[in-house]
């Protein structure tokens, strides 16, 4: 019979690590005697980071003392005690490879439900002091598991613990972290994972993810351990940039005007997804090429591209296009991309946009008229007023050609003038305006704009029922930071990284408008890239989690830690990569 030989708990504690303080409950320690196990903790238990670790489904984790005893050979550590390993339950038994998801057992007074296998995570290597802890767990096939408390009850260290129920399809804890971190998955195998009722929501929707994304390798993942959804296919692009030439300029408003591209050869350009975007590489004045991206807002079936940019007070690349840029030119141009898509099926659909962030649903829009799609639509745009208010007569014709479509325009600061814009209301939508709108709770809606805005339209919705999967959202600019665990600290502007400058190939982090030579003092891409205070996001920072995954636009690297799995072409994981050539980053 398996054996429970250790209780450990631990509170969340304030960590300095790599000139940051991380809030975590990595660090536990035995206790004697009977503990109360409740339905989300330990007694005297608890998590610091509840979005990876804790909950329901997470309330308990368990580590095998085989596992141990592999890991003070494999390390050469003779220093490893129960509970460094962040675990609640050290157990003689219970080998990742037998116990199964959905799995029950008895401990003391309570029952357990094996819910899924450990996450990813860069704070077990942290507590241990081995970097790479958290992808020699998954590459050697022993992560160790999460209970869920059926019935809360008291345990204590010398327990014996009994098998009451074997969980339906019998798919082994280490065969379920195999499905999620390892290549050349077995499609049966994922198919059984969604079968089994237990397997934790973050899991479950991972593999449906996977199961739909088909058999290509190299999907992304997120920070709890959950897949992301994979880049969407295209057309075949192009690597790198290209150069393509401007066709004519048409202004917009006071300050956004369309840039049309076509190729410089004649060749046809690849069709991109509606919602999508280009990168564009433009040298201005003495400083070198800059990096900016832009939408698309033409229809995806147009033989040539739009990019409509605002004139920003300070933009250097806006400033120059507004000014300087004319038909004929040539510039370099990377292959449309972005996973901010419209995406296909029979739900209605909410197009929601302030100011410029109007232009990747301006996209969406085109796809929607031109196949005359049968789904309901909401058109949602605020701007400043009628002069500031872009593509409102293109946006009309559209919604025009569709059976079932809606406009809703607001202007936050709408002149005398304005008045005789048909249905246009003052100020910003809110959760009032929202719910006149008869916007339905199963709705698709896509969110575009400043960021306040986004924020705000989206709580309206959710608070209106509709699911967070359900509303995407794309921000221009620097990706909020995933830094699990970090404690937050004021935003600083992005900016040449301290030291000597580097030697090395040059590095541009295209939506943080930096460039800076590489040097070998950084570790990785990423540790270029928090050296230079930029935005960052990751979770394992050892190449199994892929929460680090992003666009390369040009440029190839070298994996400095094998990644368990490669991302897909044209997507690199920084946490463990550094630059082989000039590189451009969609960071």
């Known amino acids: 019979m398996a054996t429970l030989l250790s209780v450990n708990v631990g509170k969340p504690r304030d960590v300095s690590w790599q000139g940051r303080t991380v809030h975590t409950g990595a660090w536990k320690s035995a206790v004697q005697g009977p503990r109360m196990v409740r339905r989300l903790n330990i007694e005297g238990d608890g998590q ?42 050290t157990v003689d038994g219970l080998p990742d490879h037998e116990v199964c998801i959905g799995d029950r057992y008895r401990i003391g007074d309570a029952e357990f439900e094996v819910t899924q296998p450990r996450v990813t995570c860069y704070r077990v290597g942290m507590r241990l002091g081995e970097p790479t802890m958290a992808a020699l767990l998954v590459a050697h096939h022993r992560p160790g598991f999460y209970l869920r408390v059926i019935t809360e009850g008291h345990v204590r260290a010398g327990d014996g613990i009994t098998l009451v129920r074997r969980g339906p399809e019998e798919l082994s804890v280490a065969d379920t972290d195999a499905l999620l971190y390892l290549p050349d998955r077995d499609p049966a195998k994922l198919r059984r994972a969604l079968n089994i009722p237990a397997l934790s929501p973050g899991w479950q929707r991972s593999f449906r993810e996977l199961a739909d994304a088909g058999p290509p390798a190299g999907e992304q993942r997120r920070t709890d351990g959950r897949a992301g959804r994979r880049q969407p296919e295209r057309d075949t692009g192009w690597p790198g940039f290209r150069s393509l030439r401007v066709t004519r300029i048409v202004p917009e408003t006071p300050t956004i005007s369309s840039v049309h591209l076509d190729s410089a050869d004649g060749t046809p350009l690849p069709g991109p997804r509606a919602g999508q975007y280009l990168s564009v590489r433009i040298p201005v004045g003495d400083d070198g090429p800059v990096v900016r991206s832009y939408s698309l807002s033409s229809a995806p079936t147009a033989r040539t591209y739009r990019i409509s940019v605002k004139h920003e007070p300070h933009g250097k690349l806006s400033g120059y296009i507004h000014a300087v840029l004319r038909p004929g030119d040539l510039v370099d141009v990377a292959s449309p991309r ?12 909410v197009l929601a946009s302030a100011g410029i962030g109007a232009t990747p649903l301006l996209a969406m829009l085109h796809q929607l008229a031109d196949t005359r799609d049968r789904r309901p639509v909401w058109w949602i745009h605020a701007a400043r007023d009628r002069a500031h208010h872009a593509f409102a007569t293109e946006t009309r014709t559209l919604l025009g050609r569709l059976p079932d479509a809606r406009e809703h325009i607001h202007y936050t600061a709408a002149t005398a003038s304005d008045t005789d814009v048909p249905g246009f209301v003052r100020g910003r939508p809110t959760a009032q305006s929202l719910r006149a709108m008869g916007i339905p709770a199963d709705a698709d809606a896509y969110l575009c704009g400043p960021l306040a805005f986004m924020d705000d339209l989206g709580g309206f919705l959710r608070d209106h029922g509709l699911p967070e999967e359900r509303i995407h ?16 600290a004021a935003a600083v502007r992005p900016h040449q990284p301290p030291g000597p400058v580097g030697t090395g190939p040059l590095v541009t982090f295209a939506r943080s408008a930096l460039s800076t030579p590489w040097s070998p003092a950084h570790a990785s891409l990423l540790d270029l890239a928090e050296a230079c205070d930029i935005p960052t996001r990751w979770s394992c920072r050892t190449g199994v989690c892929h929460t680090c995954v992003t666009q390369l636009l040009t440029g190839d690297v070298t994996y400095t830690t094998q990644p368990l799995e490669l991302p897909e072409t044209g997507t690199v994981l920084v946490c463990c990569s550094a630059p082989t050539d000039e590189v451009v980053l969609d960071l």
């Not at 509840?50 to 550590?77: D, F």
């Not at 490893?80 to 339950?89: D, H, S, Y």
């Not at 972005?338 to 659909?349: A, D, H, N």
């Not at 959202?473 to 937050?488: D, H, K, M, Q």
């Open 48 to 89: 610091g980071d509840l979005a990876g670790h804790g909950g329901e489904m997470r309330a308990v984790l368990v580590y095998q003392l085989q596992s141990y005893e592999y890991w003070r050979k494999e390390l050469g550590r003779a220093d490893l005690v129960f509970g460094m390993f962040g675990e609640n339950f």
């Open 473 to 488: 959202t794309e921000r221009f600019g620097a990706l909020s930071a995933v830094n699990p665990g970090v404690t937050a």
């Open 338 to 349: 972005g996973s901010f898509v419209l995406e296909e099926g029979t739900r209605p659909i």
